[in-house]
């Protein structure tokens, strides 16, 4: 029987991007980069700006998501990601990502944003 894992969801202002079962998790945060398997201790995360969010679901699948700002919340059972934005690296055009950092000023939120993008899409890449 395979193991069911932990549940966790990643939600933006603007939609509940995930909710599911992972069997481990990446998140960047102003401490560094975190991994967590099932049952980690708990703690609380801030989201660094251009980072990334990469999920491990049971089945194997990788899936590597974008995040602005935000939190990281993990319980004994469960992660939380809560996030100002979030989307999928599969959605990404990287080239129009790697426009807008060029054309916004470095630190700035359309900086930032575009970055996490970038940070996803070449997560991703590196999965496959």
């Known amino acids: 029987m395979a193991d069911a894992g932990f549940p966790i969801d990643v939600v933006s202002v603007e939609q509940r991007l ?3 079962q992972a069997s481990f998790v990446i998140a960047q945060t102003t401490e560094g980069e975190l991994g967590i398997l099932k049952n980690h201790e708990p703690l609380l995360g801030q989201l660094v700006p251009g980072g990334f969010v990469m ?48 054309k916004f000023e470095e630190g700035s939120p359309g900086h930032d944003r575009a970055l996490a993008r ?3 899409v070449e997560q ?3 999965e496959k």
């Open 18 to 20: 995930y909710s599911g």
């Open 55 to 102: 999920i491990e679901q049971t089945d194997g699948t990788r899936r590597v998501a974008a995040v602005e700002g935000g939190f990281l919340s993990v319980t004994g059972d469960s992660v939380t990601v809560l996030a100002e934005s979030a989307e999928w690296a599969r959605d990404i055009d990287v080239d129009a990502a790697r426009a807008d950092l060029e």
């Open 118 to 120: 970038i940070r996803a």
């Open 124 to 126: 991703l890449a590196q």
